[in-house]
């Protein structure tokens, strides 16, 4: 077993030991899409979730992954059994190709395969936690997985300065998504998100809680609501893969949420048991 492990176009070593060719897009331009998850008992969740939006991030980039869905699959499932850890968190990314930097993209190259797993803890769903909003200033294809996420490390950063957990993002009065995840508020019983528009990632996350609640009979509203909806919100969480359903607290120093325990609180449950349920029925 190892420790972590590495991948980089064919070459596989603990990340530390890893290099790659200086001419590689990602260093100039970060020219390149990722995509990430869990993994459980050496499970990856929602994997074949996760492979289709990398290769739909890669296309609207014109990026050619050097690999089928499937091998792409094969690669990450072969890693995941090799590295320690209950609880371990699966990157992988493809950049464009590797030549003199140069804005327009060279002929004849496809793209380089690169991944990454490592131990990490999957979200406490006890923990309720602080937020702060920061004005989105990010670009308008938030829809793709880029390598690009200045805006989001910055906004992290001045987060973890205040003493956060994460961000808010919002254009004007519009909220958007949190830095690395979506953020949801359950108002009179319903469960309201942003719609998937070019603003925000189209979460898996986001789509299971969605999928989930409609089972439970919670109505889900797909629109668009203001920082003032989410601070007047019953409840308000988020979701990443890593962070399968976490309650906000506190947003700007003020408390939120806290008036519909028992619905977030099914929510959260029915959160957990997915993913357990998953690891399970992989491994029979
Ligand atoms: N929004 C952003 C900006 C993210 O980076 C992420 C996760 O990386 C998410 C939302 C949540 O997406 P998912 O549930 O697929 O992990």
């Known amino acids: ?12 070593d603990e990340i530390d030991k890893m290099v790659v060719p200086f001419d590689d897009r990602s260093h100039y331009y970060g020219d390149g899409v990722y995509d990430a998850t869990c993994a459980g008992n050496h499970v990856i969740f929602n994997l074949d979730e996760h492979v289709d939006r990398f290769f739909n991030s890669a296309a609207l980039l014109k990026i050619e992954i050097p690999h089928t869905k499937q091998e792409v699959k094969d690669i990450l499932n072969e890693m995941v059994k090799k590295v320690d850890g209950d609880e371990l968190f699966v990157y992988w990314q493809v950049t464009r190709a590797v030549a003199p930097r140069n804005h ?6 496809k793209g380089r395969l690169w991944v990454m797993i490592r131990p990490s803890k999957i979200g406490d769903p006890s923990k309720t936690l602080k937020l702060m909003t920061v004005e989105d200033t990010r670009f308008l294809h938030c ?39 979506n953020v949801h508020i359950l108002k009179d019983g319903a469960l309201k998100t942003a719609p998937c528009d070019n603003l925000i990632l189209p979460g898996i996350t986001r789509a299971h809680r969605i999928a989930q609640c409609k089972a439970m009979g919670i109505p889900v509203i797909e629109e668009p609501f203001t920082v003032q909806e989410m601070m007047e919100a019953d409840e308000i969480f988020f979701t ?43 491994k029979g």
């Open 240 to 282: 990443s893969a890593s962070a399968l359903c976490c309650r906000i607290e506190e947003i700007d120093g003020q408390k939120v949420g806290g008036r519909d325990p028992e619905r977030i609180a099914r929510i959260q449950k029915a959160a957990w048991n997915e993913a357990l349920e998953e690891v399970r029925q992989i």
């Open 104 to 109: 327009v993209f060279p002929e004849g190259q």
């Open 143 to 181: 829809n793709i997985k880029t390598l690009n996420l200045i805006p989001n490390c910055m906004a992290m950063q001045q987060a973890v300065e205040a003493g956060c957990d994460e961000v808010v993002f919002h254009r004007g009065d519009r909220v958007t998504e949190c830095a690395h995840s």
């Open 1 to 12: 077993m190892m420790q972590t492990l590495g991948y980089y176009d064919g070459k596989y």
